[in-house]
């Protein structure tokens, strides 16, 4: 099945992103394809990755790195929310796999996907 | 038809009853992350649950409940703890996802 | 499946100004509908308070932008829904909604809902 | 006033994994501890669970560092206090807890609260 | 003794439940942001609020009633607003703050 | 009076970083010393400013800033939270009016203030 995940929450406001994180490796592992998550809101902040991670563990930036790489995943950020959390001039540069699109982008690979699945 | 898989992702009691205003006789109910909480009813959606004839199905996933120290409560409860396999079964096994925060 | 015969349901249960921003449900509707899908809408408790048109954001020093609701009906077809409850404990005299508000019971909006191709909870 | 006579009263509300780190609550009371001001710190319902000491974190891919809470008494003088409801409604025969939790009437508990120089509900 | 103000930034039934486990007499609640939809009852607050002899006082911010809509909720609830000056005179006046959410 | 503020929620995620701002504004109106604002949790967020700011308005980041030169005003983002948000090489330069500061500090503030208001 092709599934779109939508995250809604910053990696280290809500442990959900932890959660979406294991929803999406669990989907790969069974087989289905999870074509695109789209971060709306603050999950917008998903994009950046932190000098420490509690504990030694892979940070949620970097865990969702390697999902589009490996499983050709897009991870899109929501155009409009990224707009209003960054200039561009203010950060460096985002980790490559991740790049903008717009809430019609989104509705469009939902209408093509089996299910959503928001967290 | 199918049923709805709702989602409950917090233990907010607006979330509890949004969540269970839209549930049907088919649906299905899985407590995640902090969703678990509601294992320390006393809450409505345990309540229904526990109600013979109960019209809908509810689940914990494990990690979850561990990551929280909950199990003697879902083993109390008898409720039906499913890993992130099983997880995947019911989100395709249903006919949509709705996530309540 | 033609555009056109996509029908999505949003549940909107955030109360205004859950986020700084009045648009955040608000536009995921408008994308919806500038693709030209069919939208069923969903109002909760606090989510109905969305359409309240007396709003004055600025006196909170919050953006506008809410009136954009009324924008939605102009680009595809849209059916408003919220529970009996939820309209007679908001509706009085001087109520002014954005949007008409159809009432449902709760199963009638679990069936509407069950018919949409895809649901979110915004 | 002497750093030593200042008591900081923290209401712990959140259950464990609010955020992601399991140590949110905890590194504003271990900062506390470090400057030596006494604490006291109020357990609610959901709160109470971040001192349960079977938790599995890394079974849900989450950070672990919970166990902190043991060290605070080491630091400063602390006193943990629970709702004797939420006591009981937490406590069997196999439960652990990282601190020792006296019960508290909520009127003993508010006046506990009142004592204290700065509060903080986190 | 001075009284505890006590901020309620949100209409979460937990963070009402919390906040009047810790309200004594003579302290202070005040409604701030969606913590105003509380307003729109019933709930604990207002019930206790409208019983005659309520040992504590409840108020609301007058800007963030506007900024949703609920002047006329306030108007019926007999509820004192509080301009933000007023706030700020509340927060000096009493011993300390604590902020629900 | 003096008031330490402390804010922990991002700046879109929630309008109280809105209600936080209005507080200060009013207690600087009002005579009284906010001397620091401390930023933690998701509040480190409130650093950066969009490219866009929904109905021409002033955006939070800017306006703590104004707070900041106008009042003396220290925002200090908390180290903790920063370090698991960013890496100092991935964002560009700050706003030169935030700067990190640990816990203990926000407690050493504290004890210096009459009262502490946490949105």
């Not at chain 3, 009906?73 to 008409?100: I, N, Q, Y």
Request: aromatic residues 8%; proline residues 4%.
């Amino acid at each position: 099945m092709k599934i779109l995940v939508i995250v809604n929450e910053s990696p280290w406001g809500s442990s959900l992103v932890t959660t979406a994180l294991r929803f999406v490796q669990s989907a790969n592992q069974s087989g289905h394809k999870v074509p695109a998550v789209f971060f709306q809101n603050d999950g917008i902040y998903n994009a950046f990755d932190g000098r420490v991670s509690d504990d030694g563990m892979v940070s949620p930036s970097r865990a969702w790195q390697e999902i589009g790489r490996e499983h050709h995943t897009r991870l899109l950020l929501c155009s409009a929310a990224f707009a209003r959390r960054f200039m561009t001039e203010s950060i460096g540069k985002l980790p490559e796999e991740f790049r903008e699109a717009g809430l019609p982008q989104m509705w469009d690979i939902a209408r093509r996907c089996d299910r959503v699945v928001s967290f | 038809m199918k049923g709805i898989l709702h989602q409950l992702l917090s233990a907010d009691p607006r979330a509890v009853k949004d969540c269970l205003s839209f549930v049907k006789p088919g649906d299905e109910l899985l407590l995640i992350n902090a969703g678990v909480h509601l294992l320390n009813g006393p809450n409505s959606i345990l309540a229904a649950h526990e109600q013979p004839g109960c019209e809908f199905r509810v689940f914990a996933l494990e990690t979850d409940v561990k990551a929280r120290g909950l199990q003697s409560r879902a083993e109390q409860r008898a409720l039906r703890l499913l890993d992130d396999q099983q997880w995947l079964e019911h989100v395709c096994g249903c006919q949509q996802v709705l996530s309540w925060r | 499946m033609k555009v056109a015969d996509i029908r999505i349901g949003l549940i909107i249960r955030s109360g205004p100004f859950q986020g700084r921003s009045a648009r955040d449900q608000l536009d995921v509707a408008l994308a919806a509908a500038s693709l030209g899908f069919e939208l069923e809408l969903f109002f909760t408790d606090e989510g109905i308070l969305q359409l309240l048109a007396d709003r004055d954001a600025q006196a909170g020093g919050l953006p506008g932008g809410h009136k954009g609701w009324k924008a939605l009906p102009g680009l595809t077809s849209v059916t408003a829904w919220a529970a009996e409850r939820v309209l007679s404990s908001h509706v009085d005299a001087s109520t002014k909604f954005m949007l008409e508000v159809k009432p449902a019971s709760q199963s009638q909006m679990a069936c509407r809902l069950a018919d949409c191709e895809h649901c979110l909870v915004v």
